[in-house]
């Protein structure tokens, strides 16, 4: 398993961007798909994007396409998730993932982060 720490998180104004970014502990980092998940008060956590070992392949969901971009570097053993024209609904905590099997990321992970608040305001 890995370690994964996340941050950037904050308070912006609907419209506005965050970038977060989880990095991981280890040197196996490139062999793991990694993933976003985000839980807003009241509610189950939902996944929101997640990118292959290599970054060739993402997936999102529907209400963030066109909006999140998912990325990684593995030479920094960080994933990324750049976020733009954030919405009041984009209000969550969220949290990385990972997990060795691509196809299994969008259910959830065998390695978690604590988590970093995002909070939009109208």
């Known amino acids: 398993q890995v370690q994964l720490v996340e941050s950037g998180g904050g308070l912006v104004q609907a419209g506005g961007s965050l970038r977060l970014s989880c990095t991981a502990s280890?040197?196996?980092?490139?062999?793991?798909?990694m993933g976003w998940f985000r839980q807003a008060p009241g509610k189950e956590r939902e996944f929101v994007a997640a990118?292959?070992?290599?970054?060739?392949?993402?997936s999102y969901v529907d209400s963030v396409k066109g909006r999140f971009t998912i990325s990684r570097d593995n030479a920094k053993n960080t994933v990324y998730l750049q976020m733009n024209s954030l919405k009041p609904e984009d209000t969550a905590v969220y949290y990385c993932?990972?997990?060795?099997?691509?196809?299994?990321?969008?259910?959830?992970?065998?390695?978690w982060g604590q988590g970093t608040q995002v909070t939009v305001s109208l």
């Open positions: 993932a990972a997990d060795r099997n691509y196809h299994m990321i969008v259910i959830g992970g065998s390695s």
């Open positions: 280890g040197r196996t980092f490139s062999s793991y798909a």
């Open positions: 990118v292959n070992w290599s970054g060739g392949s993402t």
